[in-house]
């Protein structure tokens, strides 16, 4: 019913535009002005549905550690070489965005130069028209000095829809991407990756994850999930290990992906408040990505996709 309301603007806008010249000639200039803002919001829906979800975005953010006081320290904070990660998650290759759209994606990120590149899951959608294999061939031409890491989405493991996720635990070392799921690895001597498998899935274990960090306490820590729902397992627990520096990089609401300004937060499916943008925490700092597909509908209002370059 969405798309058909988004879709059906593309007619709406120009309709309501000539009628709205129509009556301004004629001197209605109430029915004129009614016509006026039914166009404007009509063209507004149809860039929603045809210009939106193909305009993608390269954003930057520099992310300074949160710092505990000094007293609360163990050991002094470390100083490290400068890192740029890239992210970006939700590709939904299928019906709506295919091998092309992967190819545009990959030409961004390597254009950023990334030390390391991490992808937070759901990389296909309505999958019944194509090969996955082909779909996401591009990925295999992501090139990091640090390597390019993953961990997996709802709708990888099917839900909703088909379960994907044993061909995508077989497929992704093929492209050159190690696929996290509930591990803790170190990249060089400064940065402890921890990837977290799928909540809604069941088969999240952060803190079982985060177990080893105890074998490197002056690394920066960067915590990949797909769902950011997992922050509410940290909430009032201080019993894990992470710092308190540590960063957290989501996927899965697409920020709303049709949002609403006056109702924020309307139908994401997540139980938190962690569903757009950049939030400082009492566990370190989270971003929750707009994501590069779009699922049920290929509309985007008020967003629009995006992969974002972390320099840490």
Same mark, same amino acid.
Request: hydrophobic share 45%; charged share 20%.
């Given at each position: 019913?969405?798309?058909?309301?988004?879709? #059906?603007?593309?007619?709406? %806008?120009?309709?309501?535009?000539?009628?709205?010249?129509?009556? #301004?000639?004629? !001197?209605?200039?109430?029915?004129?002005?009614?016509?006026?803002?039914?166009?404007?919001?009509?063209?507004?829906?149809?860039?929603?549905?045809?210009?939106?979800?193909?305009?993608?975005?390269?954003?930057?953010?520099?992310?300074?550690?949160?710092? %505990?006081?000094? #007293?609360?320290?163990?050991?002094?904070?470390?100083?490290?070489?400068?890192?740029? /990660?890239?992210?970006? #998650?939700?590709?939904?290759?299928?019906?709506?965005?295919?091998?092309?759209?992967?190819?545009?994606? /990959?030409?961004?990120?390597?254009?950023?130069?990334?030390?390391?590149?991490?992808?937070?899951?759901?990389?296909?959608?309505?999958?019944?028209?194509?090969?996955? %294999?082909?779909?996401?061939?591009?990925?295999?031409?992501?090139?990091?000095?640090?390597?390019?890491?993953?961990?997996?989405?709802?709708?990888?493991?099917?839900?909703?829809?088909?379960?994907?996720?044993?061909?995508?635990?077989?497929?992704?070392?093929?492209?050159?991407?190690?696929?996290?799921?509930?591990?803790? /690895?170190?990249?060089? !001597?400064?940065?402890?990756?921890?990837?977290? !498998?799928?909540?809604?899935?069941?088969?999240?274990?952060?803190?079982?994850?985060?177990?080893?960090?105890?074998?490197?306490?002056?690394?920066?820590?960067?915590?990949?999930?797909?769902?950011?729902?997992?922050?509410?397992?940290?909430?009032?627990?201080?019993?894990?290990?992470?710092?308190?520096? %540590?960063?957290?990089?989501?996927?899965?609401?697409?920020?709303?992906?049709?949002?609403?300004?006056?109702?924020?937060?309307?139908?994401?499916?997540?139980?938190?408040?962690?569903?757009?943008?950049?939030?400082?925490?009492?566990?370190?700092?989270?971003?929750?990505?707009?994501?590069?597909?779009?699922?049920?509908?290929?509309?985007?209002?008020?967003?629009?996709?995006?992969?974002?370059?972390?320099?840490?």
């Amino acid at each position: 019913m969405i798309d058909w309301i988004f879709l #059906s603007s593309a007619a709406v %806008a120009p309709l309501a535009a000539f009628a709205a010249i129509y009556y #301004s000639v004629t !001197d209605a200039m109430a029915q004129a002005v009614a016509c006026a803002i039914v166009a404007a919001a009509a063209a507004w829906g149809a860039y929603a549905r045809f210009v939106a979800p193909w305009q993608l975005r390269v954003r930057h953010l520099k992310i300074a550690p949160q710092r %505990a006081p000094a #007293s609360h320290r163990a050991t002094p904070a470390a100083s490290h070489p400068p890192l740029r /990660v890239v992210f970006f #998650s939700d590709l939904h290759l299928g019906r709506f965005k295919r091998q092309d759209w992967a190819q545009r994606i /990959v030409e961004a990120v390597n254009a950023q130069s990334p030390d390391l590149v991490l992808i937070g899951g759901d990389f296909v959608g309505k999958t019944e028209c194509c090969d996955i %294999a082909d779909l996401l061939a591009p990925l295999r031409r992501l090139q990091a000095t640090r390597g390019v890491y993953a961990v997996l989405g709802n709708h990888d493991y099917g839900i909703p829809g088909p379960d994907h996720s044993d061909e995508l635990i077989q497929l992704l070392p093929q492209l050159n991407i190690r696929l996290l799921r509930n591990e803790c /690895v170190a990249i060089g !001597d400064d940065v402890l990756l921890v990837g977290v !498998d799928e909540l809604w899935a069941g088969r999240d274990d952060l803190h079982g994850a985060l177990a080893s960090y105890r074998r490197a306490p002056n690394m920066r820590v960067i915590v990949l999930g797909h769902n950011p729902d997992l922050m509410l397992k940290l909430d009032g627990r201080r019993a894990h290990p992470l710092p308190r520096d %540590a960063f957290f990089i989501f996927g899965h609401t697409h920020q709303g992906q049709i949002y609403i300004p006056l109702l924020p937060g309307l139908a994401i499916p997540i139980q938190s408040k962690f569903y757009r943008g950049l939030y400082h925490t009492p566990h370190g700092m989270a971003y929750v990505s707009a994501g590069c597909g779009e699922n049920t509908t290929p509309t985007r209002l008020n967003t629009w996709p995006e992969i974002v370059v972390f320099d840490v």
